[in-house]
C-alpha cells in the first residue's frame, strides 16, 4: 500500500526557509505514470497546489511561489523535498505531499499533513 | 491563482442528495474530462472520490457521483450520511498552468 509522509520543522522564522521532506513508501518514486506534488492550505482557506515534480527532476511551480519555491527528488531514498524560502505568515499552513496521476490529473494517494507555521 | 468556483457551502438531512458544482473554463473544467473531486476532513488527509469526470476509485461508495455539462461539472452525494460531512473540492487539468487546479472548496453540512 502506497504512503506518504511529510516530515519537517512546525515553526519556522520569518525571512528563513522552510524545508518539507515527502518520504514515499509502497511504490518506486520512478513510476514513469506519477508526478509528486505539494499542496497547502493555508487557515481558513482552500487547497492551493505549490508545484510538482517527476522522477526525472523536472519541476513545476504555481505562480503564488513561483521564485521562493524549490522542489527536488531523490530516488535513492525514495523521497522528494520542498524548499520555500524568504517565507512571511501568509506561508503558514497546513503542507501536504501527494502523489499525482498525470494520466487523470487526479491527486490518488496524500500524506496526512504537517503544520508549518511561520513566526518572528 | 484563478479557482474554480464551488458554492462556499450546501447543506442536506440524512438521507437526501445534494449537489455541489465546480464552475471552470473552457481552458480547464469545459475543455477536457479531467476533474476531479476530494474529500477532505479537517485534521485529515483529503481523500481522491472522483476522477475524469464520473469514476470512482476503489473503495469509494457508490453514493458519490460526478458528472459535468459544459465549463461545469458537479458532484452528487446520494443517500446524505452524518459521515459524509467535509469539506469538499474540485479540481481539473488547466491550458492556464503546466499544474491542476482546484476548486474554491465547498463545505457540506448534514442537518
Known amino acids: 500500500q502506497l504512503r506518504l509522509q511529510e516530515s519537517g520543522p512546525g515553526l519556522v522564522k520569518t525571512s528563513e526557509t522552510l524545508s518539507l521532506t515527502c518520504t514515499v513508501s509502497?511504490?518506486?518514486?520512478?513510476?514513469?505514470?506519477?508526478?509528486w506534488g505539494w499542496i497547502r492550505q493555508a487557515p481558513g482557506k482552500g487547497l492551493e497546489w505549490i508545484g510538482s515534480?517527476?522522477?526525472?527532476?523536472?519541476?513545476e511551480y504555481y505562480p503564488s511561489v513561483e521564485g521562493r519555491a524549490t522542489i527536488s527528488i531523490d530516488t535513492s531514498k525514495n523521497e522528494f523535498s520542498l524548499k520555500v524560502n524568504s517565507v512571511t505568515a501568509s506561508d503558514t499552513a497546513v503542507y501536504y505531499c501527494?502523489?499525482?496521476?498525470?494520466?487523470?490529473?487526479?491527486?490518488?494517494?496524500w500524506g496526512q499533513g504537517t503544520l508549518v507555521t511561520v513566526s518572528s | 491563482q484563478s479557482a474554480l468556483t464551488q458554492p462556499a457551502s450546501v447543506s442536506g438531512s440524512p438521507g437526501q442528495s445534494i449537489t455541489i458544482s465546480c464552475t471552470g473554463t473552457?481552458?480547464?473544467?469545459?475543455?477536457?474530462?479531467?476533474v476531479s473531486w476530494y474529500q477532505h476532513h479537517p485534521g485529515k488527509a483529503p481523500r481522491l472520490i472522483i476522477y475524469?469526470?464520473?469514476n470512482r476509485p476503489s473503495g469509494v461508495s457508490d453514493r458519490f457521483s460526478g458528472s459535468k455539462s459544459g465549463n461545469t461539472a458537479s458532484l452528487t452525494i446520494s443517500g446524505l450520511q452524518a459521515e459524509d460531512e467535509a469539506d469538499y473540492y474540485c479540481?481539473?487539468?488547466?491550458?492556464?498552468?503546466?499544474?491542476?487546479?482546484f476548486g474554491t472548496g465547498t463545505m457540506v453540512t448534514v442537518l
Open positions: 501527494a502523489r499525482h496521476d498525470g494520466a487523470f490529473s487526479a491527486l490518488d494517494h
Open positions: 509502497g511504490d518506486s518514486i520512478t513510476v514513469r505514470t506519477f508526478y
Open positions: 515534480i517527476y522522477y526525472t527532476g523536472d519541476a
Open positions: 473552457r481552458s480547464d473544467v469545459g475543455g477536457y474530462d479531467l
Open positions: 475524469q469526470v464520473s
Open positions: 479540481g481539473s487539468y488547466t491550458t492556464k498552468t503546466k499544474l491542476d487546479v
